[in-house]
């Protein structure tokens, strides 16, 4: 009988991501973009990665994204862009108008034959979001670029048959231009449905954990690299992973006794840099959120955090978070903030060096909010009086009136998820 550990890690983990070709079928939208020709020249939807967080919105949409029912889209922001991958592929949004600038769509059949994003029923919304990658930032060539992982049907190899495998996408983030797509080909024989669960990028290449039998169970994971012509670097089943940090994967290794390890994994090659193993008994989840570290949970009530490249933990049980806060990392941040309304607010540098806390409680020092989202070191919070931000690296309140309460947010604009798609909010 496997250990408890193995649903607790699909759990997280759901909740929680050869060859090339430069053409391909046209797609929809904008159609010279997605068959991989140029866009127009004056379009640049790039924006300025220097730019300051914002601390407030318009209250009011100024577009819908036709994105589906609500919940928890497979959706990034870039710059003046969002991108959605969804079950045939990939769609960029214009932030300033709401339309779609292009979709690329997949070279090969896709697994899951559901309608368009915005006609999806709940079932199938939540389906297609659990085994389709949020796109995410890279750089290729020294091009600011977009990657998304999508499930497909792989053709025909001689007489072979059509096999279960993935397809990665990459697409310039300022025009959404076709860069390359590269097929994966999951070494053996997949049992069932495939899906893309994670994608973590950095340092030329990019990790995915991949899923099988139509679930959340954590197949394994590869890498590719993000050259212009790129390439399978390794591939590993049985390493399921929840985070990264530079050239460090942190994970679960699925043991030949039908047990699970805590492990680092270098993403360079795929070998293993430390294993920990998982006390019996013990249901523990790994949260990895963009920094050194992660959040590491048990049965008990306090939290500890664990440094990804060398598995050590950076504060004692006591001192660190408890088991209910929430860690949250902003996009291009130097906090990670832990906290929840019961137990308060405590966060931590890239060193796990504790930069400020503060208690529990309605008093004007005190903390009773729940973190909605994060941008840089500026945190959105929600609390009783509504929303406000906090600057992570001082605990002070540097806003009380934020507009509205987002879900994403970068500079120029803030997403809100709702029944009837996205709406987009632009900064003040």
Not at 156 to 182: H, M, P, T, Y
Not at 272 to 290: F, H, I, R, S, Y
Request: hydrophobic share 40%; glycine share 12%; charged share 20%.
């Amino acid at each position: 009988m496997r250990s408890p550990v193995r649903e607790v890690v699909i759990a997280l983990a759901a909740v929680a991501l050869l060859a090339s070709c430069t053409g391909g079928p046209a797609g929809e939208g904008d159609g010279p973009a997605a068959s991989g020709s140029p866009t127009r020249k004056a379009l640049d939807l790039s924006g300025d990665p220097r730019a300051a967080a914002p601390l407030a919105f318009d209250s009011k949409a100024a577009h819908v994204l036709p994105t589906g029912p609500k919940g928890f889209p497979p959706i990034n922001l870039h710059g003046r862009a969002a991108w959605l991958t969804h079950a045939s592929g990939v769609t960029m949004y214009n932030l300033a108008t709401g339309k779609a600038v292009t979709t690329i769509k997949t070279q090969n059949t896709p697994t899951y034959d559901v309608p368009a994003p915005r006609d999806l029923s709940k079932k199938q919304a939540e389906m297609v979001r659990s085994r389709v990658s949020f796109p995410v930032s890279v750089q290729i060539g020294g091009v600011p670029a977009v990657v998304a992982v999508v499930p497909v049907q792989l053709a025909k190899n001689g007489k072979g048959s059509a096999q279960a495998g993935l397809e990665v996408i990459a697409a310039r983030a300022d025009n959404g231009k076709l860069i390359w797509r590269l097929p994966v080909d999951i070494y053996g024989d997949p049992e069932g449905k495939l899906g893309a669960q994670l994608v973590e990028p950095g340092d030329g290449l990019v990790t995915v954990t991949w899923t099988e039998n139509d679930s959340t169970f954590m197949g394994g994971t590869f890498a590719f690299s993000l050259d212009d012509e790129p390439r399978m670097l390794w591939q590993r089943a049985g390493f399921g992973m929840v985070g990264r940090s530079g050239d460090a994967l942190l994970g679960f290794r699925y043991e030949p006794d039908e047990e699970f390890s805590l492990a680092g994994v270098a993403a360079s090659n795929g070998r293993d840099l430390w294993a920990k193993e998982v006390p019996a008994g013990a249901t523990w989840g790994v949260k990895g959120n963009g920094t050194p570290l992660a959040k590491l949970v048990d049965a008990g009530e306090q939290a500890q955090l664990i440094e990804i490249a060398t598995g050590d933990f950076v504060l004692s049980r006591r001192a660190g978070p408890t088991s209910r806060m929430n860690c949250e990392h902003g996009e291009g941040g130097t906090v990670l903030l832990c906290a929840s309304k019961q137990d308060g607010a405590l966060a931590v540098d890239k060193t796990g060096k504790i930069l400020w806390r503060r208690a529990a409680g309605d008093g004007p020092g005190d903390w009773n909010a729940t973190v909605e989202a994060e941008f840089k070191d500026l945190f959105y919070a929600k609390g009783k009086d509504g929303a406000f931000v906090v600057d992570g690296r001082t605990g002070r309140t540097v806003s009380a009136d934020v507009g509205i309460v987002p879900d994403r947010v970068n500079a120029y604009a803030a997403l809100v998820y709702t029944d009837n798609g996205i709406e987009v909010h632009f900064a003040k």
